[in-house]
């Protein structure tokens, strides 16, 4: 549990959402994916070069696939497993929505019940966003959404989050941000957010332990936490 001195005086009044890893278990079926290329391919350590890429925009995702690959395999081999992936993720969840994360909809209810705004800022491009909460039913609950391509520099750069406290009209201090990446806790932890992590596929060091306000291992204790915070 986090450090009361962290919570006294707070003034919450909003709560951002990242996607993939938070409201999805979405990274499983991606590198799921990937790992049917890459071994196909003989491509090594996909794993390790897929863990750099969560939490960051697709073209920091093809800068790092590059720089990874190109060396041996020659140029243009990012588009070649970024797209031939995404083909192979897409045959498989296009028609059918992605698999949620354990209390998605309780903590989404929860909020709303108790007039909550809460948005989603995410490094997947928005229409891609949009696409899969459609899918799970779920894109009308958000108030704002804020999609990776609407921002120059990913995270951990704090721009998206920045946008994203603006475009729900409020200040970052007076916002929690829900994130399971290690990119996306920077990120909040720079714009001077809230931010609670929610580890998925990589569990947190001792900088994730420094920089979250506090770490749940899903999301039935977020929306415990939030009821503190937000005194409900």
Known sequence: MPDDNKREGNRLKAVIFDMDGVIFDSERAYLEC????????????????????????????????????????????AD?????????????????????????????????????AFGL????AKQNIVKELNNAGLYSYFDKIIGGDSVVISKPDPEIYF?????????????????????????????????????DMIAPDEEMKELSEIICKDLYEVKQYIGKVFNI
Request: net charge negative; proline share 5%.
């Open 163 to 199: 946008l994203a406290c603006r475009e729900m009209g409020t200040e970052p201090r007076e916002a929690m941000a829900i994130e399971d990446s290690y990119n996306g806790i920077r990120a909040a932890h720079a714009a001077g957010m809230h931010p609670v992590m929610v580890p």
């Open 34 to 77: 990937w790992k049917e290329i890459a071994t196909g391919r003989g491509l090594g350590d996909y794993e390790q070069v897929f863990y750099r890429c969560i939490g960051v925009n697709n073209n920091q995702t093809r800068m790092i696939v590059e720089e990874a690959y190109a060396p041996e395999y020659g140029e243009g081999i």
């Open 80 to 116: 070649i497993l970024l797209e031939e992936s995404n083909r192979i993720f897409r045959s498989r969840y296009d028609n059918e929505p992605l698999p949620l994360k354990k209390g998605v909809t309780e903590i989404l209810d929860y909020l709303k019940q108790n007039g909550i």
């Open 121 to 124: 800022a995410s490094s997947t």
